[in-house]
């Protein structure tokens, strides 16, 4: 009797197998319905852009113009200098960007890697600021920068920006990751901290460098608070606070035309993410163990 109850029947092999079945089948649905919600904007900005401004609100909406309109595009660089809108963003972003990769990753090479006092303490502080929004802090930012006599210029935007919380965590994680015997073996042939760090870490830690290239490049290309804040000047304008003069005198502008304007700063954020695809998520995925 007790080897009958014992016995494996057929019906659990099969519960086992439909167990990772239905997750699997579950896991696809969420992913699926999350990327319907994300795209269905994009492409909704993407088919307006072609479309007429009478024709942008049609119940039910049509996601393919059956006459699609190219001109929208030419009008966006009739009606605004999107040209040195461009370029601002593009030196901005850029100066940024640089600036984060070498301070993050210094930093997070410091906390992970260096021992001193206060290690903890300085990184917990670091972490807090994270929770500290930015509107909170604009006011005395804003003093300081009219103080060095930078309003209206692009270094306001740049300066502030050049060290993150965010980056010197992921860069920590990382570099957590990391063997200390072989920055202990080049200490002991007489290598200083920096020259473990440049000859050594750094290389070895490029995929969370161009994960937190892609991060801050996509954050701050289409940053429009602080711009809004700090410049004045219209040949100052970076790309999304000079799109907004595309709506027009209390937003008579066509919908269509703004939106052609925002699909053409799209564009270099997903160049630069398809470009990064693989280290980004590589980047992702080694800062996660620890």
């Known amino acids: 009797m007790t080897a009958v109850l014992d016995r494996p029947t057929a019906a659990t092999p099969r519960r086992r197998r439909r167990r990772p079945r239905i997750t699997s089948l579950l896991s696809v649905t969420v992913l699926t319905v999350a990327a319907v919600l994300v795209v269905a904007p994009l492409v909704w900005a993407l088919s307006t852009s072609l479309r007429t401004p009478a024709t942008s609100f049609d119940q039910p909406p049509h996601w393919i113009p059956t006459h699609p309109i190219w001109s929208n595009y030419q009008a966006v660089f009739q009606k605004v200098p999107l040209g040195t809108f461009f370029l601002n963003s593009a ?25 001193f006092r206060g290690n903890k303490a300085l990184f917990a502080v670091i972490l807090a600021t994270m929770m500290v929004p930015l509107q909170t802090t604009i006011i005395p930012v804003f003093l300081i920068i009219k103080y060095l006599g930078l309003t209206d210029t692009s270094m306001a935007l ?9 980056g010197t965590f992921l860069m920590r994680q990382y570099f957590l990751q990391m063997p200390r015997e072989l920055g202990e073996a080049a200490r002991v042939d ?47 304008f970076t790309l999304p606070l000079g799109l907004v003069s595309l709506q027009g005198t209390l937003g008579t502008g066509s919908i269509s035309i703004v939106l052609a304007g ?3 700063a ?25």
């Open 262 to 264: 925002v699909v053409i």
């Open 158 to 166: 740049v300066l502030p920006a050049v060290g993150g919380a965010f």
């Open 190 to 236: 007489g290598a200083s901290h920096f020259q473990v760090f440049a000859r050594i870490y750094a290389p070895m830690a490029r995929a969370p460098m161009a994960t937190l290239a892609v991060l801050t490049f996509s954050a701050y290309w289409n940053e429009f608070f602080r711009p809004l804040i700090f410049l004045q000047s219209t040949d100052k």
């Open 91 to 115: 030196l901005v972003t850029g100066l940024i960007v640089v600036g984060q990769l070498i301070t993050s990753t210094m930093s997070g090479y410091a906390f992970a890697m260096v021992r």
């Open 266 to 290: 799209l564009i270099p954020s997903v160049l630069i993410f398809v470009a990064a695809q693989r280290y980004f998520v590589e980047g992702i995925v080694a800062g996660s163990f620890r």
